[in-house]
Each structure stands twice: as C-alpha cells, then as structure tokens.
C-alpha cells in the first residue's frame, strides 16, 4: 500500500541556495511532552534553577489533557519551550535529542543535556480485528481533535474502550459529534465496510456508524527510553535497568494494557501492519514453520517498516506472536530506530557538525 | 556430536561456505550462530554489489563476485532479487579522479564491464545528480543491488535443501585444539539450556566483526578490530536514481531499493565502537551528502537509521585462507564489502577446504599478509577509521 509513488520527486530540481541550517542547545534536563506531567517535571526543575526544555507536538502543550477537561498549571517562565517540536530521537544513552519541528521547512534543534524525562503519556492501541484498519476507525486523541475541527461530520459514531469511553463520548458529543452508542472495546468483534466504516459489531449487536473511536487499551510509545537505554552488539534490546540520568513520568510510567487481539485464525486476513500490507496470515505461516524471534519476523515481512517505524504496528505483532507462541516466544519488540520519519533530509543535513564525533 | 566441517558464524559468509562446500560433495556441515538469522552485518548493510575497485587484488576478487550474483538467483533455486541497475563510482577531487584511468584498464583486464561516464552520460543515468561537483565517473553496467533479506533466505534455504544443518542462537564459546589442529567446538544453548560439544575435522571462522573474539578461543589472534557502520533509509518515493552510486570523496553510498526507498550512509571517523546504538553525525553528514549531491532528496524524510558492526583490518582488505597457527582452521573475515564478495569468497575458500586449491585470487588476502609486510592497498572503498 505504503510504497514507491508515496512522495513524488522532481529528480532535475537545483539545490536550495540557502542552507536551513539548525540549532544547537545546551540543557541540565530535557522534557518530552507538555501535559501534566511534563509540565509538572519542567516546572519542578526550573525551580530548582536547572535549564530546563520542554518539547511538546501541540502548538500549545497539553492541548490532549486540555480536551480531557483536565486543569493544566502554567508553565514556569523559566523554562524553554518547543512547542510544535516532535522528539524524533535520542542518542548517546539519552544525553543528545533530536528535536524535529512538525514543519519540514524550519530548522531542526539538536540539543546535549545531562538528563532526560519522558512524559510522553499513552496511546491508544487500534483494536486487532477485521476491518480495524478501515478509514473512520480513529483513536481517542485523533477523535477529539477531529471533533473540535468537524464535529458534526464525523457522522454517527461509536465510542468503544478500556474504560475511559463514557468521558470522551460526553466530549465528543459536546463538540457535535453524534454518539450513537458506548461499550467495552474488548467486546469488539469486527468492523464492517468497503472503503470506510460502515458498522461495527460489538456486546453480540451490530451498529451502523461512520466513525469507530477507540479509547484504549492504553499503550506506551517505546521508541525513546528504547534509544535511551538499549544496549548490545548481537542485538539492541532494552538494558535492565533505564540509566539513572532518565526518568519516565506521568501516564507514560503506568505501564501498558494489553492489545485487544480477536481469535487469531479467524483474523489471518486481518493487517497488523496496514501499510506494508502484512496480515496475521503471513505471521502464523512463519510462526507455523517455527520462527518467532521477533527481528526475524520483522525482517521476514517488513512489519513496522512504513512510516509508522513500528508503533503500534509492533504491538500488534508481538500480541500475535506471544499469543500463537503459547506464551513460549519472548514478549519483545524490534529495535526501535530514530528519527522514525521525523525529520527530512534538508533538517538533517542542517544539523551537520553540530556534534563532535566521538 | 561431529560433523565434518563445523562453520562458526551464519552471516551471508558463513552461508557462502556452508552452501559451497555442500555443492562441492561436503554436506556434513554445521553453521553455529550465536545471534539470530541476518543479525549480523548481512541484514544491516546497503545491499551494494560491483566488481570493479581501484586495486588489481580487489577486482579480481569482486569481477568473480558480480558474476556469480548475476546467476546466483539459478544456483540456489530462488530468486536472491539482484537488480543489475548498474553502479556510479565518483570523483569529486582530482587525486581521486587522477586513479581512473589505471582503475578501467584493471577492470578490462578481469573483463569486468566499466566505462568512463561523461557529462551527458551522467545526465542521462542519474538526472538527480548535481553533475557541476563530478571531476569523473566510472560506470559498472553489471552492478546493482540485492536485498539482503532475499539473498540471505535464498542462501539459507539451499544450504537447508543440500543437508546442511544451521542453528541460530547458539554461539560458540570454545575452540578445541590438539597441538597445530582445531578439534571441535563448544558451544552454549543460548539460555534454552541445550549446550553442545562438536567434534569437527575443520572449522570455518565467519564470524564478522566477532572474529577476533572467536579467534581468541583458540588462543590466536585476527589482525584488525571491530567498527561501527551506519546507514539509514528515506521514505519511498518514485524512482528518481536508478545506479548504485559510490561517492569516494565524500565517502558515501546509496541506492534506491525496488520498492521507493532510498538506502545509503557515509563515513564518518570516529573511534573503534562495539555498540549496535546508532549516532547522530552519521545521520547528518549522509543528509548534507545528498542534499549537496541529489539536491532533489532534500525534502525527503528519514524513515530510520541503524548500525552494524564489522571488522576492519589495517588495509580494510578481507581475511580469506587458513590461519597461520593451525592448517584446518579456515577464515573468511575482516569484510567491509562482504556482502557483494559473498558468493565469490564461499566459492574459493570451500575449493580450498576440500581440494586444497588456493585460488589466486583469494592468495593476496592471506591471513600473515600484515607480518609478511604485504598490506593490499585499495583506493576505492568508501570507509574511514580513526586508528
Ligand atoms: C551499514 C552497513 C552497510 C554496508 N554496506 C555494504 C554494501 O553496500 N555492500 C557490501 O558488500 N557490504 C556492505 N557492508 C558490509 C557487509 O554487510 C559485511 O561485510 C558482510 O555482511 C559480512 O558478512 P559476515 O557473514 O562476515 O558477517 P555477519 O553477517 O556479521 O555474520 C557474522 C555472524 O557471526 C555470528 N557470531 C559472532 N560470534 C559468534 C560466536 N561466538 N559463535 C557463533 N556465531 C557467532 C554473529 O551472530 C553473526 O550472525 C555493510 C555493512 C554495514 C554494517
């Protein structure tokens, strides 16, 4: 789905005449993300008169606690903020972050600190059953969003989840979504439609709908305390312990609830990874013929190798593979590798010396 | 347990071996692999193959290597995906480009097809080119990629099919010796409890950037140490660089693989490193290499970034023949280009195993070459190392 045709390239264009360049900044503590959390570590290490930067994906930060309802206190005047900035990777056990701007056409910002919180808080993990992948299943972050943008035109909706669906189906509603219906996610059996949602079945009924917004199982992002703390030269698997100059705080720090994965043989034509076109079929056959090393599965069939860089793809396959392993396979993931899409070529090359070789 | 040939090591080398050794007659053969499948160099690299270099040494090794890759989809019954998309060797300085001319002459006389690529020529190969920075250009009609999953899966099910027996996840932790002989091996379960003891009338080392580790086992050493490599990968875009291009100058690598993606790396020297952590000046100095070179790449994303590790010795030139210290201890190591020289390497080095048959084309790469003062020097690798 995902492959050559994606970008379309002038191949005769000239260089640009003026480098972008970057930024280069020196910090006694890097946060990464600005809800409550964050904003909570940055403002406690502003006081204690440590330079502190505070990267955040929104242009104000929080905005995902904001739509919550949740109070969000100011932040410290003290503290450096990124906003619209996406950390796109750590390196160097965490002291060098990569700050890429969600705009490819301004500079990136490398930054060296002697310590790295993540406040990164959690995601909701797409539901592994039929037609999960259809247009119009959405997460609870990308929902809300939406709603506050084109309420209304998100057409009758679903709100399914581990918990948290009452509260964000009240939201939903209040921006002029219309919520036809709440329930357990775990109860999901399949999503029904041709080139969108057009029913889901869950709780034994079937519901017609436009839009399925799922609100859990709640799923932390591995890929920068993977960066921060991997280790090893046969493979990069995450060290015992994460280094003492890292922390992870807020949501992030909870830990993660487990996928919703339907009966595994009735999904072999289901995706687990959409945009490489890989299914739970392609899975079993090779975990049939015995292989469930999880780098080995990766390499097999490209799971996780589009622009998503393996979350939450790679949930999903190692879901699968614990659960057709009997348990036997290692619940691990692949090496979660930067700048996962983060940044072009141009930002890149603008950072460029900035970081002496070591 | 006992097999006649035990080969410690299941990278694309060992497999070669393994594989050749098994279509010569020998297939009493073990691969022992400490890691996973395509762990290793041989799943981290940028798939690259041509059979030309600056060296008479080199190119008469790597003239054999492409033409094998380019049937190699034949011999082992399934398609290893090798696109003879041709290879760009570049010259941003003089010094380099001053090398051309003797360059192509040793390719004519191993019969490797090269040409000098003019300015309309480079035009027409590679219109992504900023053509004002190229001094000059030597173009490989033969080489090309192959995706090393594909290559990799394609080796191992031949050695499968021939009998050979591999085992992944099973390092190697002793080497048995009986005065100037290698015996067997030991070797641990990997934590699933099945350790092993196999007696072996040879051993191969192909064991990457760990052979000197391995070698240490039986007491010796390997000349040369472990380094750090990188490469990353853009988002997949319409083909807009067919060649294979090598920017000796600005000591970098790319290719666009078959499906959109672009592949490729530069050197940046740095200290000896064993960690598979990738660092961000590889990454920034790669970009600012195609943004001056392709400019049109610019705007591209970087998927992702990664490294591998392999073994440098002093004249970056392979270990191929058997060690010094004992006659049946073979090795095939000290690769930087171990990919492309695969099927050629496991090909001389199992004729020399079972027939005893040194190829003159592996002779220059023998293993004392450093004692004997005989380093090969080669001009026209892109690889940099602070030693
Ligand atoms: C980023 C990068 C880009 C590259 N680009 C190219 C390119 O474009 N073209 C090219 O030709 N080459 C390229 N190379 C080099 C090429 O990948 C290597 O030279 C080649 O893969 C070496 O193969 P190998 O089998 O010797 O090593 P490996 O593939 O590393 O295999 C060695 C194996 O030995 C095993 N091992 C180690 N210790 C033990 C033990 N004690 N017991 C048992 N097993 C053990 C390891 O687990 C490993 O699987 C690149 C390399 C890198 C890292």
């Given at each position: 789905?995902?492959?050559?045709?994606?970008?379309?390239?002038?191949?005769?264009?000239?260089?640009?005449?003026?480098?972008?360049?970057?930024?280069?900044?020196?910090?006694?503590?890097?946060?990464?993300?600005?809800?409550?959390?964050?904003?909570?570590?940055?403002?406690?290490?502003?006081?204690?008169?440590?330079?502190?930067?505070?990267?955040?994906?929104?242009?104000?930060?929080?905005?995902?606690?904001?739509?919550?309802?949740?109070?969000?206190?100011?932040?410290?005047?003290?503290?450096?903020?990124?906003?619209?900035?996406?950390?796109?990777?750590?390196?160097?056990?965490?002291?060098?972050?990569?700050?890429?701007?969600i705009a490819p056409t301004l500079p990136a910002t490398l930054i060296v600190t002697n310590r790295l919180i993540l406040a990164t808080g959690r995601r909701s993990c797409?539901?592994?059953?039929?037609?999960?992948?259809?247009?119009?299943?959405?997460?609870?972050?990308?929902?809300?969003?939406?709603?506050?943008?084109?309420?209304?035109?998100?057409?009758?909706?679903?709100?399914?989840?581990?918990?948290?669906?009452?509260?964000?189906?009240?939201?939903?509603?209040?921006?002029?979504?219309?919520?036809?219906?709440?329930?357990?996610?775990?109860?999901?059996?399949?999503?029904?439609?041709?080139?969108?949602?057009?029913?889901?079945?869950?709780?034994?009924?079937?519901v017609d709908c436009r839009t399925l917004v799922h609100v859990g199982p709640w799923i932390t992002d591995p890929s920068l305390g993977f960066q921060a703390s991997a280790a090893g030269v046969l493979r990069l698997a995450r060290a015992a312990a994460t280094p003492a100059h890292m922390d992870v705080v807020g949501s992030a720090a909870e830990g993660d609830e487990s996928p919703q994965v339907g009966e595994l043989q009735a999904l072999r034509g289901t995706a687990v990874c959409p945009c490489m076109d890989v299914t739970v079929g392609e899975l079993l056959s090779h975990i049939e013929a015995g292989e469930t090393h999880i780098e080995v599965l990766k390499r097999a069939t490209s799971c996780g190798m589009g622009p998503c860089q393996g979350f939450p793809c790679w949930e999903l396959m190692r879901a699968v593979v614990q659960r057709a392993s009997g348990g036997k396979a290692g619940y691990d993931r692949p090496s979660h590798r930067p700048p996962r899409r983060g940044i072009t070529v141009e930002q890149a090359a603008g950072l460029d010396g900035f970081l002496e070789v070591e | 347990m006992r097999a006649a040939i035990v080969v410690i090591g299941g990278g694309i080398q060992g497999l070669s071996v393994a594989y050749n050794l098994a279509a010569l007659g020998e297939r009493d053969v073990i691969v022992l692999d400490a890691g996973y499948f395509q762990g290793g160099a041989s799943g981290r690299n940028g798939t690259l193959i041509r059979g030309g270099f600056m060296s008479n040494e080199w190119t008469g090794l790597f003239a054999l290597a492409n033409q094998r890759w380019i049937e190699l989809s034949r011999r082992l019954g399934r398609n290893v995906m090798f696109s003879a998309r041709g290879y760009l060797l570049l010259a941003e300085k003089p010094a380099t480009a001053a090398n051309f001319d003797a360059a192509l002459a040793t390719h004519r006389a191993h019969s490797v097809r090269s040409h000098r690529a003019t300015q309309a020529d480079l035009a027409k190969l590679a219109p992504a080119l900023d053509r004002s920075r190229v001094l000059d250009a030597?173009?490989?009609?033969?080489?090309?990629?192959?995706?090393?999953?594909?290559?990799?899966?394609?080796?191992?099910?031949?050695?499968?099919?021939?009998?050979v027996r591999i085992r992944y996840g099973s390092p190697v932790t002793q080497?048995?010796?009986?005065?100037?002989?290698?015996?067997?091996?030991?070797?641990?379960?990997?934590?699933?409890?099945?350790?092993?003891?196999?007696?072996?009338?040879?051993?191969?080392?192909?064991?990457?950037?760990?052979?000197?580790?391995?070698?240490?086992?039986?007491?010796?050493?390997?000349?040369?140490?472990?380094?750090?490599?990188?490469?990353?990968?853009?988002?997949?875009?319409?083909?807009?660089?067919?060649?294979?291009?090598?920017?000796?100058?600005?000591?970098?690598?790319?290719?666009?693989?078959?499906r959109g993606e672009i592949v490729g790396g530069a050197e940046v020297p740095e200290q000896p490193t064993e960690s598979l952590a990738c660092d961000l000046p590889v990454m920034t100095a790669t970009a600012r290499v195609y943004r001056d070179m392709l400019p049109c790449l610019a705007k591209l994303r970087i998927l992702r970034h990664w490294a591998g590790m392999l073994h440098a010795t002093p004249d970056f030139g392979p270990l191929i023949g058997a060690h010094p210290s004992f006659a049946n201890l073979w090795v095939t190591g000290g690769w930087s280009y171990g990919f492309a020289c695969a099927p050629a390497a496991g090909e001389l080095l199992a004729k020399a195993i079972l027939k005893g048959v040194l190829d003159p084309r592996i002779v220059p790469f023998a293993l004392d070459r450093f004692a004997q003062n005989r380093p090969v020097r080669e001009g026209g690798i892109v690889l940099a190392a602070r030693v």
């Open positions: 789905m995902y492959l050559s045709g994606e970008v379309d390239l002038d191949p005769h264009c000239e260089r640009s005449l003026e480098p972008l360049g970057g930024n280069r900044l020196n910090a006694d503590v890097v946060v990464v993300g600005g809800g409550p959390a964050g904003r909570r570590a940055a403002n406690e290490s502003a006081t204690a008169g440590l330079r502190v930067i505070l990267i955040s994906r929104s242009t104000v930060p929080g905005s995902f606690a904001t739509q919550f309802g949740v109070p969000l206190r100011p932040l410290d005047a003290r503290v450096t903020l990124l906003p619209s900035h996406a950390a796109a990777g750590v390196y160097r056990e965490g002291h060098v972050v990569l700050a890429a701007p797409p539901p592994l059953v039929p037609g999960h992948d259809l247009p119009g299943v959405v997460d609870a972050h990308a929902a809300l969003q939406l709603a506050a943008q084109i309420g209304a035109s998100l057409g009758p909706t679903v709100v399914l989840g581990t918990g948290g669906q009452t509260l964000v189906a009240q939201i939903l509603a209040q921006s002029g979504a219309t919520v036809i219906a709440t329930g357990q996610i775990a109860s999901l059996t399949r999503v029904n439609g041709r080139n969108r949602v057009q029913s889901v079945e869950f709780d034994g009924r079937r | 030597i173009y490989f009609r033969d080489g090309g990629v192959a995706p090393h999953h594909a290559a990799m899966d394609a080796y191992h099910r031949a050695c499968t099919a021939a009998g080497i048995l010796t009986r005065g100037a002989r290698v015996v067997g091996v030991v070797g641990d379960g990997d934590g699933d409890g099945d350790g092993f003891e196999i007696e072996a009338d040879a051993v191969v080392l192909a064991a990457g950037a760990y052979g000197n580790a391995v070698a240490k086992l039986a007491g010796v050493e390997l000349p040369g140490f472990p380094m750090r490599i990188e490469a990353m990968v853009l988002e997949p875009t319409r083909a807009v660089v067919r060649p294979a291009i090598a920017f000796i100058d600005s000591l970098c690598y790319m290719a666009q693989t078959a």
